[in-house]
Nanobody, 125 residues
């Protein structure tokens, strides 16, 4: 069992930056692949970025590639999402999630067993 708590969301102007953090409880954080997802009103939840257990492998959705960066610190039980050059279309609730099954990472929400409560990111034009 792991509990996830996101922080760092907020209101930012287009072109600005935010850094999301997701702190995990428990002693097995390094056993989980981690993902960041987002859900905008009226849209399905989509994967934004994912990272393997050691951090050696990462994935980015095409819409954020080159602007967002995912990283993790297993010693601090924390995964981060650095978001630069933000656009109004990045506005959504952002969730972190933990996947105990994948050898690397998964892009499918159903593979993630644990979810945070979400943090709102709003980008104004």
């Amino acid at each position: 069992q792991v509990q996830l708590v996101e922080s760092g969301g907020g209101l930012v102007q287009a072109g600005g930056s935010l850094r999301l953090s997701c702190a995990a409880s428990g002693r097995t954080f390094s056993s989980y692949a981690m993902g960041w997802f987002r859900q905008a009103p009226g849209k399905e939840r989509e994967v934004v970025a994912a990272i393997s257990k050691t951090g050696a492998r990462t994935y980015y959705a095409d819409s954020v590639k080159g602007r967002f960066s995912i990283s993790r610190d297993n010693a601090k039980n924390t995964v981060y999402l650095q978001m630069n050059s933000l656009k109004p279309e990045d506005t959504a609730v952002y969730y972190c999630a933990a996947d105990p099954y994948s050898g690397s990472y998964s892009l499918t929400p159903s593979r993630y067993s644990y979810w945070g409560q979400g943090t709102q990111v709003t980008v104004s034009s």
